[in-house]
């Protein structure tokens, strides 16, 4: 169903048309009896807790298409752009980037018009949420040409981003997973505005609350009609408010006043028409199987965006605890924002591996950074010792850095051996360590002088614990980890004697091998920053975008700097909260990705 051919009367006059065979207005006592019990009984939700399965159909008209309005616009935009001095931008390349953007961006914003088809389940239990969002089709009018491929500047809703997207609020941690760009934002810092609504409250009035409270809806000026029609008793009430507003509802008294249609002021000169049909009673909650809500222009009622919503399911039982965590595909680049650290934490998922206790070792080791002294070999032995069943002490952590800050290969060994591990200092290569069983392998990174351990080896990438650094476990191409371990110098440690045919390392080498902190991944290539929603009054609008902070290669004299794609910005439409009275974000994350290092 294409929405933008959609032409909708207002719901008193389709009521009009039919038969009406008895028709009474009601005294004020009845119209006060009325408002009591709609506010006495207003939920924020169609269910307070289960679970709905939803067909979403939307539509989004453009905002205009005055050609010589557009082209004022990016003018406007690539004189001030040009004109800043401090550009969230930091290369010169991604400000050209940005710059080359702009005449597609304005246009995007301004004149495109969409269509889109999803399927949607959410789960919810009063306060826990998840929410999964899964696109069938979707159409844009104003498309990126050929010569802005791979311009990461370039806003536009990226299908092939946003195909599969959950939002999941498990009570600790805020989940934003676009599952086709292998991507997710974990935030438990309180930084990212937390909302559930599509489904669950798609067209719910919230009576009680604000200007539908029953003090307010006292105070004003209201009128209602009972009306028979083919058997159906109805309440036409309209509601004038002292501000000149109006409001208009069509009330079901058969199913406890449901509401089947209403029209309400939306704010920017514009009206929102809601139609609900339909009705069954789940757990005792009238619930509608069809929701419609459309957004016309007060004055030529204009279709300006249409939201369709037909319930396929809705189960009232409280879904368990279990139901709100988040199953991240294989390799998915996870960054979790904590208060306790001043950047992301950053993993690559692994379903054969514990990420959530890796996720653990690597804020506590970020905890402990300034407290005492630590490195990149410290953290290496303390991971490797613990997964033979060994406690490293922090004492002996310690004694392992020098007053440089740094640790040698035989220091590292020396403490490897003081906590009764078999110790060997190697040179080799993946396919070898791969055989191994048994034995831990810290491996020394020549050209960024650091230690990593190797935790295992599949048939495409080997898995690498860092936890002395922001990206803390990772996936290297097997076929370039020698790029990075140009050496092949590994540390191997078991609970037995090593046997293998391996060249070892003399202790006089050891003594120069040193290990401390450092990446070529050191170049900002983008600064964080929020653009906020925008209102005035009962007004929202704008669109939520949350930056995040990125980092680009520079030359290093060895080893490799890999690129991972990372979310660029994650926005969400604005809009006026009624429960709430407050300018919100709808909590449908779009998810825009750039390729950086961390």
């Keep these: 169903m294409m929405f933008s051919k959609v032409r909708t009367v207002l719901v008193l006059v389709v009521c009009a048309g039919a038969p009406v065979y008895g028709q009474r207005a009601l005294d004020r006592g009845e119209v006060l009896d009325v408002i009591e019990k709609l506010t006495s009984a207003g939920r924020e939700t169609w269910v307070p807790a289960g679970t709905i399965e939803a067909r979403h ?28 001095a401090d550009k969230p931008e930091r290369t010169s390349e991604l400000q050209k980037m940005r710059l080359d953007a702009i005449p597609f961006n304005v246009r995007y914003e301004l004149s495109n018009e969409s269509n ?45 981003w946003n195909n599969r997207r959950v939002f999941a609020w498990d009570g600790q941690k805020y989940t934003i997973y676009a599952a086709s760009a292998g991507g997710a934002i974990v935030d438990t ?49 309209t509601v004038r408010r002292s501000n000149g507003s109006e409001m208009t509802f069509v009330l079901d008294a058969s199913k406890d006043l449901a509401v089947t249609a209403y029209t309400l002021p939306a704010g920017d000169n514009t009206l929102t028409s809601t139609y609900c049909s339909g009705y069954r009673n789940f757990g005792g909650y009238w619930v509608p199987t069809t929701v419609l809500i459309e957004q016309h222009d007060a004055f030529t009622n204009r279709l300006l965006r249409s939201d369709k919503w037909d319930f396929t399911a809705v189960d009232t039982r409280v879904p368990g605890p279990e139901r709100f965590q988040v199953a991240f595909g294989g390799g998915t680049v996870v960054e979790y924002h904590s208060a306790m650290t001043t950047k992301a934490s950053v993993y690559h ?10 996720l653990a070792e690597r804020l506590a080791y970020a905890a402990e950074q300034g407290r005492r002294p630590q490195n990149c070999a410290t953290a290496s032995l303390q991971y490797a010792a613990t997964q033979l069943g060994k406690v490293a002490p922090e004492a002996r952590l310690t004694q392992m850095i020098g007053s440089d800050g740094r640790t040698t290969m035989y220091d590292l060994k020396r403490s490897a051996q ?19 069983s048994g034995c831990q392998a810290i491996l020394h990174l020549p050209g960024q002088e650091h230690f990593v351990v190797l935790d295992h080896v599949d048939d495409r990438y080997a898995w690498i614990v860092d936890l002395a650094n ?91 700097c890999e690129t991972f794609l990372y979310a660029r910005m994650a926005g969400s439409d604005c809009y006026w909260d009624l429960i709430a009275v407050e300018c919100r974000v709808t909590g449908v994350w779009d998810w825009y990705g750039m390729y950086a290092c961390d």
């Design 57 to 84: 159909q939307q539509y989004r008209a453009p905002r205009t298409t005055d050609a010589a309005l557009i082209a004022s616009r990016i003018e406007q935009e690539i004189r001030e752009y040009q004109s800043k």
């Design 116 to 160: 889109m088809t999803s399927s949607v389940v959410l789960r919810y239990d009063g306060t826990r949420f998840y929410w999964e969002v899964a696109i069938a089709s979707r159409s844009d009018s104003v498309t990126p040409s050929a010569d802005l491929a791979g311009n990461s500047m370039v806003n536009f809703f990226n299908r092939n």
């Design 189 to 237: 810092s309180g930084r990212l505005p937390r909302a559930v609504t599509g489904p669950l409250t798609a067209g719910v009035i919230p009576w009680g609350t604000g200007v539908l409270s029953y003090a307010s809806l006292a105070a004003a000026q209201v009128s209602a009609n009972e009306i028979t029609r083919d058997g159906t008793t109805q309440i036409e009430m």
């Design 349 to 358: 998922h692994s379903n054969t591996v514990d990420t959530d206790l890796l």
């Design 418 to 436: 003081s906590l009764g591990l078999h110790c060997r200092v190697v040179q080799t290569d993946i396919a070898t360590l791969e055989t191994l």
């Design 470 to 560: 922001d990206r803390f476990y990772s996936r290297k191409d097997r076929a370039f980890m020698a790029m990075d371990w140009s050496e092949g110098t590994a540390l191997l440690l078991s609970n037995q004697p090593i046997e293998g045919p391996f060249a070892d390392v003399s202790d006089d080498v050891l003594r120069r091998i040193t290990g401390g902190d450092g990446w070529s991944c050191t170049l900002v290539i983008q600064e964080e920053w929020i653009i906020p929603c925008e209102s005035t009054g009962l007004n929202c609008w704008g669109y939520f975008q949350w930056y995040f902070e990125r980092w680009g290669c520079e030359p290093a004299p060895f080893g490799m």
